[in-house]
């Protein structure tokens, strides 16, 4: 293969000044903004292609729960991913997700979302991999390995994206140590692990737009963390200017020629824009893209893969992985679930039980050829049960058929039109549709418009962290009607369940389980699979120990005080902790050794099932500094492991130096922050701490030197 950046520059040389930059920006005309959300599935969207050289461009698919164009495998979402903690089934999830991409004519997936869950009521928190910097930069990294054996990976949003319905107006304040050692570092792991491109969010950090932010672009990105991919704007209205964004650092404008269409050629021609600024984003985009093309598999992947059974079945066993078991105490002298295989009755009720529900229907949306209801599941898993559905969708109807079963199911939860990407959003910056818009008589009405038709569509971010009051009405009735109850909740992040948990004797959180997610639920509470979910966030006992969360808000102060960290440092305890999940067996965790130095670490720990059947658990590796009155748990590292009954193995987990690190905001150096670590081996954040152990460091100079 010939050098990627001499390959580069001799197809620059070659390029006339209009395909020079056209390599910039999208390659669609304006005139099909209206027609995006249907276009985006049904082709690819191209920016930069130059077919007399040859060049493809870049070829762009969303989907971080599979292909967006035509009748693909829709996976469980992310956040249902992150919950099984298992990088390398993210990574098969990853390489299937790019084998039907590439199959779809694309190569370029936008398909790994890092931004930290600051808040479960962020409308697109089912996009992310949860609320822990180390857990969410592994399994995005993970993604990337996958996807990029076929197609480019782009990972967004860059940075500190996590509001939805003001994503275009907010402001996010932040300072340096809460930057780069909370909201950052799993941006960089995924950079590490090879990511292809960058695509950049649509809010503002400290007062500049991230497409005009040459200090996280060009600063932090480039110089020093190494990135040598290309960086993207979120679509449409993800360009502030033509010139300046060029400049920062952010190569391609998506997806339409809108504004560097319009100001680039002139500002070529006059010198406001050097030559060189055009050719250094076009080396980017050339060198990557033939990079990629003479790294991929060889072998291009036909229609047949296209939700293959292969496929399927990947997304069955994910969605099991994924489900968390929450709750499961005794009725009658033994835990509810698994189901008694003799089951003879039972009762499947709740608006969601029959329900096709993915998740959001905004630009992550899948439309899979088939998909399997929790009730379609339940009946193909049990035949010879018979199973009572109500009569009508009140709580009574729910009721009356619960009463006449040994157990009720109770599938309750979220949908599109609770949460999701808001597809209508006020403050949108419409200068970028032509003059007339920026200052001209169109420009106020059309603003008004956009305002008030956000007030009325679906998604975006969630008001309450409450289930909607009539699904609380039907757990009630329900629990009241049959104590043998199991409520099913499906949605993609946190939901408070304080107002009626205590009544409930088994709780499983189901997520958007993808096309096969009925049929991994049915595996799930019958016992042919393991629930082998931990969750990637915390569930508190109220909103109020959360940080404050105000859809409206047009500017915000992000710090260091979030989700399991919050509540620990309050002396506030969790409904269930982050990393909690229970299984059909019992496990043990005992921390043998470790050690640790700037560059990482390892720990080896026991692990025993004490149980009488086969099962899995995640080891997970905490730290803490203990100095503090109130010490607050910070992930190391995990590793998910699967034994018999009674067997037990040592497991090596990997550890991540990042939380016991400080950086200088001076220099860009790293050091040991000070205080008396401690590290424990758990099933869940600790709140217990009296095991720990001292925390071994050294400096990578000082093992160097004692070797």
Known sequence: MADPDTAADELIARLTDRELLGLLDGDSPRRLLPLIPVLLGRRPFVAGAV????IPGIRFSDGARGVVIGASTAFPVSMARAATWDPSLEERVGRAIGLETRARDANYSASVCVNLLRHPAWGRAQECYGEDPVLTGRMGSAMTRGLRENVMACVKHFALNSIENERFEVDVQVDEHALHEVYLPHFRAVVDAGVDSVMTA????RGEYMDVNRPLLTDVLRDEWGFRGFVTSDWVFGTHHAVASLEAGMDIEMPLRLLRARALPAALRSGALTRATVQRSARRILRTTLLHAATRDPQHPGPEVIASPTHRSLAREVAAESMVLLKNTAVDGAPLLPLDPGLRELAVVGRLAVTPNLGDHGSSRVRPPSTVSP??????ALPATRIRTPRDASAGAAAAAAAEAEVAIVVVGLDQHDEGESVVTGGVEVGVLGRAFRSGPLRAPLVALAHLAS??????????LDLRPSDVALVRAVVAA??????????????LTEAWRASVPALVLAWYGGMEGGRALAGVLTGAAEPGGRLPFTLPTDVRHLPPFDVEAKSVVYDDAWGQRRLDAAGHPAAFPFGFGLGYTRFEHRLLDHSLDDAGGTATVRVRNTGEREGSTVVQVYVADL????PVAQLLGFQRVRLPAGAGTVVRVALDPGPTLQRDPVTATWSRRGGEWAVIAAAHSPTDWSDARPLRTATSAEESQES
């Open 375 to 380: 009730l379609e599941g339940l009946r193909e």
């Open 51 to 54: 077919p007399r050289l040859g």
């Open 202 to 205: 649509y809010n503002s950090v």
């Open 455 to 464: 007030r009325f569509v679906r998604g975006g971010d969630r008001r309450s």
């Open 482 to 495: 049959n104590p043998r109850t199991v409520v099913v909740l499906v949605g993609g992040s946190a939901i």
């Open 627 to 630: 100095a503090v009155d109130r």
